[in-house]
């Protein structure tokens, strides 16, 4: 039995040391670059504590905060800095899980009663921990000892009694603060530069409302003063762009409690949706898309062929109709399968790409529901494409131009790749999954597309490639996705005649460039902080007529200008010129038109921006033909 153990590198490198050296021994001697950042070590697929012994041998990285999994093992660790704090000040509070999760971590308390008030104490309580510098120290102890240790702390009883037999135990100490927990930590409290609490909100234990309802404190953590300065700016920023407070303000959309979840779109809002759709179905007319429209509701066969009623049914909603049972679509793949089959398919007719905006429901839970980026009722830029094998490199090709085309070259956004692999719950054999995974990992490679795998992530019949864009304050979004799929062609028998004169089995890709319309409306609304792109904008131009004597010309241009198809409107209040602007810079109209005397007798107008960029007077005809321009070009100012 050998007493050596091998690692390799990032870079490479490798190196042979003792078994069980300290993970910090290795960090010291090969991230000196990252060993004031140095958060936990990861070795093959298991992330340990510094503190920890290197027990074999493999692929050897350190973490910091900059990666994800460094991220995560220092908000968690953040959580018990918390815990420690609620516990010195507020004495008889049980415990329950302190998990990290997207932009900070939570944890959960029974017999403690906070208001959002109290958070500074708190606060002011953590510093000193940070401050004391003390060590996270692992211990391994048996169901026995794991027990008496928490013999007052029922809801990690409740853990410890749920865990296999002969299962390894740890608790993690910080200060006079013992947790149950599998780890890993930070080294010590000192690492952590600052955390601030957000919030108080109510949780069910375990999420069912059937227990007791606990006190949950929401928080975020960074290791200095600036990124937490610089994360509460951005949080700041992103209250303002809100899409439901813009949505509200804007006048684009509304909810009501007798359709939860189920936007209401004003005339405003419809504007923009109905733009988004104009542009998609002009670029479908140029890539060969058929453009269908199918029924909402299905018998419970239809969904049982496909896998949606074994796979997807508690996301469904049921219908009792004549003494049977159907259910609302969740997605359109089942309806175009039926529309496949509905005559015999030629080799000559693919690939056939057929495109459907029609409304889908969900039944999401209502907790989850936010705005226009969760909903119950929406519709997709969906699209299935139905090929033979040898067009799939072709097909995948092309949707990799149209989504740069709409992300990059429209919206000038920024995105990122991700591909999702066969799931735990994967209908169909193992082997159709291997090869639309090898083929979408082909295609993303042969177009030097960078991507990263989500492995299981993939749907219930196929894997898929999702597109995640990065809007105007960093965050992501997953909004398109093109999904591979081997297994409904089968389960619905489509079939093809090659020519050879034969039956063949065709493919079916999935696909959504923008995906949800509404949850794309919803992030863009916060991109452009509601100022749209002139093409988008519900209200393109508002012309401010001085006084009544400029009125009979004033409506003559706005007549003009609907004609050549711009919205506008005129601001025939009788207010300030100067409050009429900046009522029309705070509703975000484009252009802003100012009439006076002399602008009357020039057949003119006086042109700034939203932005309070003063154009000055330009000539009415040679203005249309701008505005015209930008809106054909779709520029984004």
């Known amino acids: ?131 004391e510098k003390l060590a996270f120290t692992r211990k391994e102890v048996s169901k026995q000892e794991a027990l008496k240790i928490f013999k007052d702390e029922p809801y990690k009883i409740d853990l410890i009694n749920e865990l296999p037999a002969g299962e390894k135990i740890t608790t993690y100490k910080l200060g006079e603060f013992e947790d149950l927990c599998r780890g890993p930590h930070v080294p010590s409290s000192g690492i952590i530069g600052a955390i601030k609490l957000l919030k108080v909100a109510g949780a069910y234990w375990r999420g069912d409302s059937k227990n007791k309802m606990l006190t949950r ?162 519709s997709q830029d969906d699209s299935h494409i139905f090929c033979t094998m040898e067009q799939i490199e072709s097909e995948i090709n092309g949707l990799f131009d149209f989504t740069s085309f709409i992300y990059k070259d429209t919206f000038k956004l920024e995105y990122s790749v991700v591909l999702s692999t066969r799931s735990e719950k994967a209908m169909g054999a193992p082997e159709l999954w291997e090869q639309a995974e090898k083929a979408l990992a082909a295609s993303l490679k042969k177009n030097n597309i960078d991507y990263k795998i989500n492995p299981g992530g993939g749907a219930f019949y196929g894997p898929k490639i999702d597109f995640n864009i990065k809007d105007s304050l960093g965050r992501d979004w997953q909004c398109g996705t093109i999904q591979l799929d081997f297994n409904l062609p089968e389960r619905f028998n489509l079939e093809f005649e090659g020519q050879d004169g034969r039956r063949h089995r065709p493919v079916m890709i999935h696909r959504a460039l923008l995906g949800s319309i509404e949850r794309f409306m919803g992030v863009i609304i916060e991109h452009f902080a509601g100022k749209f792109p002139l093409w988008l904008s519900p209200v393109q131009v508002k012309i401010l007529p001085i006084t009544d004597r400029q009125m009979e010309y004033v409506r003559k241009i706005a007549n003009e200008m609907k004609k050549a198809g711009i919205r506008v409107e005129v601001d025939e209040r009788s207010e300030s010129t100067s409050k009429k602007v900046r009522d029309a810079q705070v509703e975000k109209v484009n252009y802003i038109l100012v009439v006076g005397d002399r602008e009357t007798a020039n057949n003119s107008v006086n042109v700034r921006t939203r932005n309070n960029e003063v154009l000055g007077e330009k000539k009415v005809d040679g203005l249309i033909k701008e505005l015209l321009t930008e809106i054909k070009e779709k520029s984004i100012k």
């Open 1 to 131: 039995m050998t007493d050596k153990i091998k690692l390799k590198f990032p870079d490479k490198t490798e190196a042979e040391y003792a078994k069980e050296v300290k993970a910090g021994e290795v960090v010291k001697e090969k991230f000196r670059k990252e060993l004031a950042k140095a958060l936990a070590a990861k070795i093959n697929n298991k992330i340990i504590d510094l503190s920890a012994p290197v027990e074999e041998s493999g692929d050897f990285k350190v973490l910091t905060f900059d990666e994800p999994e460094g991220m995560d093992v220092f908000r968690h660790s953040s959580s018990h800095v918390m815990a420690l704090a609620v516990k010195r000040i507020f004495k008889g509070v049980k415990i329950a899980i302190g998990p990290s999760i997207e932009d900070g971590f939570y944890y959960d308390f029974d017999n403690l009663k906070i208001a959002d008030e109290d958070l500074p104490k708190i606060e002011e309580e953590i510093k000193k921990i940070l401050h």
């Open 217 to 378: 404190i929401y928080a975020t953590s960074f290791p200095d003063k600036k990124m937490m300065a610089d994360y509460l700016a951005r949080i700041e920023e992103a209250k303002k762009r809100d899409h439901r407070k813009l949505g509200q303000e804007m006048g684009l959309f509304m909810f009501h409690d007798y359709s939860p979840g189920s936007p209401f779109f004003h005339n405003k809002g419809t504007i923009i949706y109905n733009e988004l759709l104009k542009y998609l179905r002009l670029e479908y007319e140029k890539r060969g898309y058929q453009e269908v429209i199918t029924p909402l509701v299905y018998d419970k066969a239809l969904w049982e062929t496909s896998g949606h009623w074994e796979h997807f049914k508690e996301d469904m909603f049921i219908l009792n109709i004549d003494g049977r049972e159907f259910a609302l679509k969740p997605m359109n793949c089942p309806s175009h399968c039926l529309m496949y089959l509905n005559s015999l398919r030629s080799y000559r007719e693919l690939p056939l790409r057929i495109a459907d905006f029609a409304p889908l429901h969900r039944n999401e839970l209502k907790g989850v529901l936010g705005g226009l980026t969760r909903v119950r009722k929406f």
